[in-house]
């Protein structure tokens, strides 16, 4: 037999722990770009409702003080 029959073909076999790595990786990243513009919303969200909640009970406690100089 010549030394081309005798060699035995291998198989190949696909990287499946590279692609479950990049999985991974690819996961944490987007999860956490997701958490930190949730955040920063949710942050800005919180600054306008104090600020807004501020605005108004200044003009709401001078309305009843204005009503409360009238009695």
Do not use: Q
């Not at 291998?10 to 499946?16: A, C």
């Not at 690819?26 to 930190?36: D, T, Y």
């Not at 605005?55 to 003080?65: G, R, V």
């Amino acid at each position: 037999m010549t030394d081309i029959k005798k060699r035995k073909i291998k198989r190949v076999i696909f990287p499946i722990g590279v692609f479950f790595a990049l999985f991974l990786i690819i996961s944490v990243i987007g999860i956490a770009g997701a958490a930190s513009y949730t955040y920063k919303l949710c942050k800005k969200n919180i600054t306008d409702i104090v600020s807004y909640t501020t605005n108004y009970s200044e003009t709401m406690a001078k309305a009843f003080a204005g009503i409360a100089e009238f009695s």
